[in-house]
């Protein structure tokens, strides 16, 4: 299979619109990618020709949108290569999948209990954990990051210790782009008998994620960056851990039996899916999914690597402009910084090309600070984008950068 980037485009029918009198230039996919029109079509065949509520119903439309949401979960399970269905949660992103995890797991920790995080969290990856620390006196340890981006393991390893009782780390950075060596990071939290949680909101995007060859305990993710719809994600975690941890949200679904003094659960995944879920959303997850298995994702990264690297070598070692992470191999999310200029002024001035980028903490205000940042610009490149749209970037940085000298 080839890469086929003008066929992908033609599946996105947002691409086709202005902004501003020129054509829409979309560099913000990593805060939320646009949708490919066979998550749009499966969403509203849903919505008009198979609807109802799931697990509840004995009637044909119950029956067919159960069927259609834990195909769904069966589409997750082979993204992420999980060994059953069973060891997946839907929720609705990243950001509850990490807060379940903190909420229930954090319920067998004690004060003095030590976490892992790492300086390059995105808040979704920090602020859970500090409720912990707030209510419960857990100690939070940071892994450092190095100038160019990586993670620094030696440091990581001295972190770790008899009181360490998860590590929760990114798999890739959604500012850095720094891809971390996940595999390495599990193995050393659980050579300490940590537990290990991985922020896979970047990472599924461009990379294939295999839990299984990862080994680690609990995975999220969220698919409106996946060319899903929002409101939905799913947590991956083994079953034994699955099995071992308490509810997290109470209500219909995720229960056994409930008396008026006792209750029983649910076995997971639904005992995590308390009320009725995000159903269409989880449908149009599962479209997303198929598509890109209609795609070689080796080619789309190996594109969306070549557009990162036409936009540096078009900026060819410009001065002017101060890119945040050069991690080796790492992801195609070029953050930058341009003299003379706040990002939020960069990206009003990029806007009036067409072009979209994000400016600001990117939910990552520790990392920030780390860079001596309080904002910074960021572009993120996704299966969608061409050539001609990184050379115009480029363009514009430039026009942009005229303006503010
Ligand atoms: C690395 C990372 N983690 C977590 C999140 C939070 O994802 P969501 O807002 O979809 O829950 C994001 C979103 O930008 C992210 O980039």
């Given at each position: ?254 229960i056994g039996t409930v008396t008026l003094d006792s209750i029983t659960y649910a076995d997971p995944p639904h005992r995590f ?133």
């Amino acid at each position: 299979m080839t890469f086929d980037v003008a066929k992908v485009r033609a599946e996105f029918p947002i691409l086709a619109r202005q902004v501003n009198g020129k054509p829409l230039i979309y560099l913000d996919s990593a805060a939320s990618a646009q949708k490919p029109r066979a998550v749009i079509e499966a969403m509203g065949e849903a919505m008009g020709g198979s609807y109802a509520n799931v697990h509840r119903g004995i009637h044909t439309l119950a029956n067919e949108t159960t069927e259609a949401y834990e195909k769904a979960r069966e589409s997750v399970r082979r993204l992420l290569n999980a060994k059953s269905a069973g060891e997946i949660v839907f929720t609705k992103g990243t950001t509850e999948a990490i807060n379940l995890v903190a909420a229930s797991f954090g319920r067998s920790l004690q004060a003095g209990d030590e976490i892992v995080l790492s300086v390059m969290e995105h808040h979704a990856n920090i602020v859970p954990w500090h409720f912990l620390r707030e209510r419960h006196g857990i100690v939070l340890k940071f892994i450092p990051v190095a100038d160019d981006g990586r993670l620094d393991l030696e440091a990581y390893r001295a972190l770790l210790g008899p009181k360490t009782r998860m590590v929760a780390v990114s798999h890739m950075s959604n500012v850095l782009g720094t891809i971390n060596p996940v595999a390495e990071i599990v193995e050393g939290a659980h050579a300490a008998g940590a537990l290990t949680l991985i922020d896979g909101a970047q990472a599924v995007v461009h990379t294939k994620v295999d839990v299984q060859a990862l080994d680690a305990d609990f995975y999220a993710f969220s698919g409106h960056k996946l060319y899903g719809p929002t409101g939905i994600g799913a947590l991956y975690a083994t079953a034994d851990r699955l099995a071992a941890l308490p509810p997290y949200q109470g209500g219909g679904e995720m229960i056994g039996t409930v008396t008026l003094d006792s209750i029983t659960y649910a076995d997971p995944p639904h005992r995590f899916e308390a009320g009725t879920p995000p159903i269409l959303e989880a449908i149009g997850l599962g479209a997303a999914i198929a598509w890109l298995e209609t795609l070689d994702r080796d080619a789309v990264a190996a594109h969306e690597h070549a557009l990162y690297e036409r936009v540096k070598s078009g900026l060819n070692g410009a001065n002017w402009i101060s890119e945040i992470g050069r991690a080796p191999g790492k992801g195609a999310i070029f953050a930058f910084t341009l003299e003379g200029a706040h990002a939020h002024d960069v990206a009003q001035i990029l806007d009036r090309y067409g072009i979209a980028v994000r400016a600001g903490t990117h939910c990552a205000e520790p990392l920030m600070r780390r860079f001596g940042l309080t904002a910074s610009a960021r572009a993120s490149f996704a299966l969608y984008n061409t050539l001609q749209e990184a050379d115009s970037f480029v363009e514009a940085l430039h026009k942009t950068r005229t303006f503010f000298s």
